[in-house]
């Protein structure tokens, strides 16, 4: 499972980073999740509780922010929102394939002490 991987990679990083402050414990991670990534968030929460025991993060809360797609209009100069796979502006309806935002997938905080 692909989020299997994924996850013990985020774990890796973040013991890391903890060890390097000098931290024995991780209280939360949080991580971000574009809806565009292919990773599935309740498979990611799965790998987690899976991954979690004798690391750093064996007690830690895992927080995963989803994001919606977004594109860039280069007529309009702004980002809108992709629903449901139409990658259309709803101001000028011009198509964009210029995707912003959505195929995220980060460890975007780390809770350490
Ligand atoms: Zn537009």
Redesign the pocket.
């Known amino acids: 499972m692909h989020e299997v991987s994924i996850m013990r990679s985020t774990l890796d990083v973040a013991e890391d980073q903890a060890r390097r402050s000098g931290a024995t414990h991780i209280h939360s991670l949080r991580m971000r999740i574009g809806l565009l990534s292919g990773v599935v968030a309740d498979a990611l929460r799965f790998a987690f509780e899976a991954l979690r025991q004798n690391t750093l993060a064996a007690s830690a809360l895992l927080e995963i922010e989803e994001v919606r797609p977004a594109c860039w209009?280069?007529?309009?100069q702004?980002e809108?929102e992709v629903n449901d796979y139409i990658y259309e502006?709803?101001?000028?309806?011009?198509p964009?394939a210029d995707l912003r935002r959505g195929r995220e997938i980060a460890l975007v905080s780390l809770e350490i002490s």
Request: hydrophobic share 25%; with cysteine; charged share 30%.
């Open positions: 209009c280069m007529d309009c702004a809108f502006c709803p101001r000028c309806r011009r964009s």
